[in-house]
């Protein structure tokens, strides 16, 4: 056990020979209030970023999945690749659902799938060991729905952080969030259901609520996040409109106060919060209720994205009030 975090591994054979496994990692989100036609260059530049820090190889990338049964899995050799980029580039001419009619195929297709492009790397199932990458891209409507964001997210096993230090982990999640327009993002500890969340979920009471700076992401591919914050992390993205409402860069460095937290700018649109130099689990069980994330928790408390019963409803085996004790476990 790291003295920064736990080491929290569940697994198990399945029928198919393969391992059921959950284990603590480092994960990389952003969220992106655009549809793909406008990220598709910027992500990209992102997942080739995160493939040169990780590598190839069944332990960290092998194979690629898509959203479109018309598409193949793919081993990422080189044609592999080619497959992702071409993938990644969309069908011209530019297209919203709008205009299309719902008794077309190709409108009910994305409508079923609730995505406009998916894209899922990973290394190989019977050996996962925490890298993967994932983009799901929001459906094309000229008035989006509320909240609607593409998402890519990214994950490192922590011993790839213990290897190449959190400096290292920074400068990948600063590189990616460059190439990106984002709204807000996030990169720490978090808990990665590779099967079987509805399963392992109510097995990690104690975990859950021991280690504050554990997340627990979201169950399923799609985020209605919009321009709120998804919650507190060791690194926190802030864009607009949220840094402007905060009243800029240096407005929120003087309200926060604890000596391991910096703000840096970004450019003059966003800038990124570090709490510490790393990830912190904290527990609770020895006092270390994590008070740098507990004041940023403060500062953005508007802006976080809100609890409702849906959101309570993906957390099998758990009361309403206490998936909201969970959220709120920043605020108290």
Request: charged share 25%; proline share 7%; aromatic share 10%.
């Amino acid at each position: 056990m790291s003295e920064h975090y736990p080491r929290i591994r569940r697994d198990g054979p399945t029928p198919q020979g393969e391992r059921l496994l959950l284990r603590e990692v480092v994960r990389i989100a952003f969220f992106m209030p655009y549809d793909h036609f406008d990220l598709l260059v910027g992500v990209e530049r992102a997942i080739e970023a995160y493939h040169r820090a990780v590598g190839g190889g069944a332990e960290t990338l092998c194979q690629a999945w898509f959203g479109d049964d018309e598409t193949p899995q793919s081993l990422l050799d080189e044609e592999g690749w080619r497959v992702v980029r071409d993938w990644l580039r969309p069908r011209e001419p530019r297209y919203f659902l709008d205009d299309l009619g719902e008794e077309t195929e190709f409108f009910r297709s994305k409508t079923k799938s609730g995505c406009d492009v998916f894209i899922h790397l990973t290394g190989a199932p019977a050996r996962p060991a925490g890298y993967g990458l994932t983009y799901c891209a929001r459906l094309p409507w000229r008035s989006p729905p509320d909240g609607s964001v593409s998402v890519l997210s990214a994950t490192l096993p922590t011993e790839f952080l213990e290897e190449h230090g959190p400096g290292r982990v920074r400068e990948l999640a600063m590189e990616m969030a460059s190439h990106l327009r984002i709204s807000t993002g996030h990169a720490g500890l978090a808990l990665d259901f590779l099967r079987e969340r509805s399963r392992l979920l109510p097995k990690l009471r104690e975990e859950i609520f021991r280690y504050p700076g554990l997340d627990v992401p979201r169950g399923g591919l799609r985020s209605h996040v919009g321009t709120r914050v998804d919650g507190v992390h060791w690194l926190n993205f802030l864009g607009q409109p949220v840094l402007d409402a905060l009243g800029g860069a240096a407005s929120l460095r003087a309200r926060l106060h604890f000596p391991e937290t910096t703000v840096q700018e970004m450019g003059t649109e966003r800038v990124v919060v570090t709490l510490g130099q790393w990830p912190e689990a904290g527990d609770l069980a020895q006092g270390r209720d994590l008070p740098a994330y507990r004041e940023l928790a403060r500062v953005l408390e508007y802006w976080l994205d809100g609890f409702s019963p849906a959101y309570a409803n993906s957390w099998k085996g758990y009361t309403q009030e206490e998936v909201q004790r969970w959220w709120r476990r920043f605020l108290k």
